[in-house]
Structure formats: structure tokens, C-alpha cells
């Protein structure tokens, strides 16, 4: 079982709604959790990471952590097709050497024009 | 703006060959890391080095081998390939620490027949 759980596995929004993202670890080593976007042909880039207990605003998207259930949540408001991409959750360990992230299987976003 | 460059961006081989993936970052990090992407989309770390030294070393096969002339450079090389290393290859590079983010390259895609 993967250590960093992502659902939905897919996820249609029409133009200017909004998208949803949750992420679950089963490790409570995970203490540092970024979400990272793919679109097609590319390479990951990170939105934004969230570090502490709480909402972590950035323009149109807000993470949310919740450290007591090893829980984090991504939303994106007004959505834009050219958000439709591949989104990740990543986790990295607490004193971890050389800094691996552990990923998530990633959740498919279409936005609808 | 892209400031890890891969080299190159599509490679097919023959089962039995040695191929070599190309990797320069230009962001003054000190942490390079080699990813493999499966067909699935699945992200996992395959090696983290950090100023030439090689800090994590997953479970890869052998036949698997990163290089680093110097912090900037990491190159990952292949002997005798085979057809499940048909995968994009990513490489990232971040400042160490397992608080820092990750950058990624474009990656490598490698089909092997």
C-alpha cells in the first residue's frame, strides 16, 4: 500500500468552479507536504508547500493540513483550463536524510471551458 | 522558467544496450535527485546526492548507476536495459534540507523494444 494516498483518482470542474484534492499518509514520519502540478510532456512544479497545522493561502489555491490526521487537502477557486493537469501530494520525512519526497498517485484535473 | 535541463528529451534503444541520461541544474542547490515515472504516472525516487556524495540509494537494480562530476551535474547511466525501464526519467534538484522544494527537469522518456 502506497504511503501517500490520493483521492480522487480523476476530477471534471466546469471553467471557473471549484477543484478539490485530498491526500492521506499512513506515516506519521511525513511531517512536510507539498503539492506539486504535471502538466502533459513536463516536468512536475510545485504550487505550494504546507509545513503547519491549518489553511496556507496562495491566489487561487489553498492547502490545508491536519498533522493529527495525517491529512492534506488542495483547493483550487476559479478554475482555468490551463489548470487541467496531473496533481500530485508529496511528504518528506522529518531529519531525512537526503530529503526524498514520497508521492502520491496523483489526481487527473479537466477543466471543463 | 526551466533551470533543470535534461538531456535527452526522448531516447529508444534495444533490450541489452547501455544508455546514459544527462542532468544540469543551474540553481546554485546542493541536493540533485534522479525520479522514475512509470506508465501509471507513479512518481518514485530512485537516488538523492548531495555535493557528489551519494545520500540515498533506493531500491534500484544494479544495472542502475548515477554519476556526479560536480554539485550541478548528475547523470544517470543504464547497462544492459530492459523493457520495464521504459519510463520517463526525472531529474530535480533542491537546496538540502527536507524542507526545501524540489525542481524538476523535464525528464527523459526511454522506450526500450
Partial sequence: QQKVQQSPESLSVPEGGMASFNCTSSDRNFQYFWWYRQHSGEGPKALMSIFSDGDKKEGRFTA??????????????????????LYFCAASELNNAGAKLTFGGGTRLTVRP | ETAVFQTPNYHVTQVGNEVSFN??????????????????????????????QL???ETV???????????????????SVEPEDSAVYLCASSLLGDQDTQYFGPGTRLLVL
Fill in chain 1, 64 to 85: 490545508h493540513l491536519n498533522k493529527a490526521s495525517l491529512h492534506v487537502s488542495l483547493h483550487i477557486r476559479d478554475s482555468q483550463p490551463s489548470d487541467s493537469a
Fill in chain 2, 55 to 57: 545520500i540515498v540509494n
Fill in chain 2, 23 to 52: 542532468c544540469k541544474q543551474t540553481l546554485g542547490h546542493d541536493t540533485m535527485y534522479w525520479y522514475k515515472q512509470d506508465s501509471k504516472k507513479l512518481l518514485k525516487i530512485m537516488f538523492s546526492y548531495n555535493n557528489k
Fill in chain 2, 61 to 79: 537494480p544494479r544495472r542502475f548507476s548515477p554519476q556526479s562530476s560536480d554539485k550541478a551535474h548528475l547523470n544517470l547511466r543504464i547497462k
